[in-house]
């Protein structure tokens, strides 16, 4: 009699949704994946946490053997998930980890090239402005989805003018964006939009490889403690100080 393969759930990230299909698709594991909007980082912890929450305890846990998320620590945003089948999560902060292949190449890569903003096919593909209109999210609650004479209308010529100077600012903060090029999608096209980004923001624009090895390690379920928690039913996802980045409690 055959064996069958494992079957697990996977709740992702949208941003993700390219390369993790096709880590399933080469994955002897049968994995069953449901992508979520990238707004939710823009939530704020608990905002995020809940609608996380609220799909794992929608799945049919009986199903599946592991649940995997195809998250980072997210700002936090993972913290306190629960599940009644173990839980499998990347030790990373962000899923520029994931896309880097490992928070090592990642720490790397931020120490040597400081001030570097990140793009991949996802992000380059999903409007950055969709968060900032979404009713509910921090973007939107604090108006960074108007331009400045919707600003005007409420605040007046003077404020509007001050606070589109506000807006802007986080952009002085960053002086290289890069274009992770993950193997999937319109690369040309997606590198070409990056680079007219970067030109408009005065910033150096750079391409660097990706690895799909820590996602496909996911779904693969090769799980090696040190690049992945696996929390027992009945524990908690929690934030750890220095290199483990989340433990089960």
Sequence with gaps: MM???????MIACEILQREICLCVARS??????????????DLGKAGMS????????ALDASRYEAILLGYG?????????????????????DCITL???????????FEAHPGTYFKSPGWAER?????????????????????ESELAAKYGAENAKYLMGQMAG???????????????????TLQAR?????????????????SLDLLQRLVDGAWDPKDFLVVPPGRTIKPSLGDPIVMAV
Excluded at 99 to 109: D, H, I, M
Excluded at 127 to 147: M, V
């Design 170 to 188: 986080w952009t002085q903060v960053y002086t290289t964006l890069a274009y992770i090029d993950t193997g999937v999608g319109d690369a040309a």
């Design 127 to 147: 409007s950055s402005n969709e968060a900032a209109s979404e009713p509910g999210t921090i973007p939107s609650q604090l108006g960074l989805s108007w331009n």
């Design 99 to 109: 896309l880097l292949g490992s928070k090592e190449r990642y720490a790397a890569w």
């Design 194 to 210: 990056t680079r007219e980004e970067a030109n408009r923001l005065g910033w150096t624009y750079t391409e660097l490889p990706g």
């Design 28 to 41: 002897p594991r049968v994995v069953d994946p449901r992508f979520l909007p990238k707004g939710l980082h």
């Design 73 to 93: 620590l997210c700002n936090n945003g993972i913290e306190g998930l629960r599940a009644p089948r173990p839980m499998v999560v990347p030790r990373a902060h």
């Design 50 to 57: 809940a609608r996380l929450q609220s799909a794992i305890d």
């Design 3 to 9: 064996s069958v393969p494992p079957r697990y759930a």
